[in-house]
């Protein structure tokens, strides 16, 4: 009896041995399409019996969206899509489900990586550290820097309390932060550990600073947007490692120059790896280029990861990380 094809979208670093061990339950293929164009070519070719990929972040530079027109191309023997990354707005959920196509994704070996780049930003952001560092590369030494403001009994609240906020809630609240959050439901007692629940609005008017940790979808895109800022009090601090378009960045450079936010940092952005020249320009923004996963050790937990999960696809007809979109469909 065949094995059943697995194919690779993209590459893989540090896991390579765990790939490999793969084979003894699939036949592994690796992705050589140019371009969207040639993919969908060869969908109909050489990868038209694949039942699962293994897909990374950058592999949307070969066969660009997984959307509705890329997914009515899809063989009718492809039913897995295994993506590396906690993120997975790169892909279309609707459209998939509707084809029976499931999707997992890396929702936990992220989490203290990218709170650690959080938490980095907030200390930033509140000590305008980016501004002192400007002055320092300038020869000013410390001079005409202002005071800023401690993080002990400031209000941080987190918008999307998943694995990540709740890693950021714990890094908080050890620098003395009093943590509040919304989410689309509140936790459990036990999952939010004393952190209080309130409503979109009042997180908004009541935090000093402002965490943003949920994932980007229709419904979130520009979530924070020139009438939130109107909500929020003046000279908010706010953090983004989530994805850059739940926030509106020209509304963003605004609130900026209004001083209605005093201070930001970010690491990811709208247009990623463009970044509005209304930021680059400002020193009270402390820019990084995505760097929230980016260290060996978590790289390599995200790559088992994934490969677990299609090692499940193919021996049970699961995936252990589903997408929360799909749970039904287990």
Same mark, same amino acid.
């Given at each position: 009896m065949s094995k059943?094809?697995?194919?690779?979208?993209?590459?893989?670093?540090?896991?390579?041995?765990?790939?490999?061990?793969?084979? @003894?339950?699939?036949?592994?293929?690796?992705? @050589?399409?140019?371009?969207?164009?040639?993919?969908?070519?060869?969908?109909?070719?050489?990868?038209?019996?694949?039942?699962?990929?293994?897909?990374?972040? #950058?592999?949307?530079?070969?066969?660009?969206?997984?959307?509705?027109?890329?997914? #009515?191309?899809?063989? #009718?023997?492809?039913?897995y899509i295994c993506h590396n990354g906690a993120g997975y707005d790169q892909i279309d959920v609707a459209p998939c489900s509707e084809k029976g196509i499931k999707i997992s994704n890396c929702p936990s070996t992220v989490d203290d990586a990218t709170a650690d780049v959080n938490m980095f930003l907030i200390l930033g952001a509140l000590r305008k550290f980016n501004l002192g560092m400007s002055k320092l590369r300038r020869g000013q030494w410390n001079s005409g820097m202002p005071l800023t403001h401690d993080p002990e009994g400031k209000v941080l609240g987190i918008l999307g309390m998943g694995g990540i906020g709740r890693a950021l809630k714990k890094r908080a609240e050890a620098f003395g932060m009093t943590v509040q959050y919304h989410n689309r439901r509140e936790l459990s007692s036990e999952l939010a550990d004393g952190a209080k629940y309130v409503s979109f609005d009042e997180l908004l008017a009541t935090s000093d600073v402002l965490s943003l940790n949920l994932p980007l979808n229709p419904n979130t895109r520009h979530i924070i947007n020139k009438d939130a800022f109107s909500k929020m009090k003046d000279g908010v601090v706010i953090a983004n490692t989530a994805r850059g378009a739940v926030m509106d960045e020209a509304a963003l450079v605004d609130a900026l120059a209004s001083g209605k936010v005093q201070c930001v940092g970010l690491d990811v952005f709208e247009a990623e790896p463009k970044i509005h020249p209304g930021l680059i320009d400002n020193e009270d923004v402390i820019l990084l280029p995505h760097l929230g996963t980016l260290t060996y050790e978590t790289q390599k937990k995200m790559e088992i990861q994934v490969i677990d999960n299609v090692r499940a696809a193919v021996t049970s007809g699961k995936l252990n990380t589903i997408i929360p979109e799909q749970v039904s469909m287990q």
């Open positions: 059943p094809k697995v194919l690779l979208l993209g590459e893989i670093a540090h896991a390579k041995a765990e790939w490999e061990a793969l084979s @003894d339950v699939a036949t592994l293929e690796v992705c @050589d399409s140019k371009n969207r164009e040639e993919f969908i070519k060869d969908l109909k070719g050489k990868y038209s019996d694949i039942v699962a990929c293994y897909r990374t972040f #950058k592999s949307v530079e070969i066969t660009g969206r997984i959307d509705a027109d890329l997914v #009515k191309e899809l063989p #009718k023997s492809f039913k």
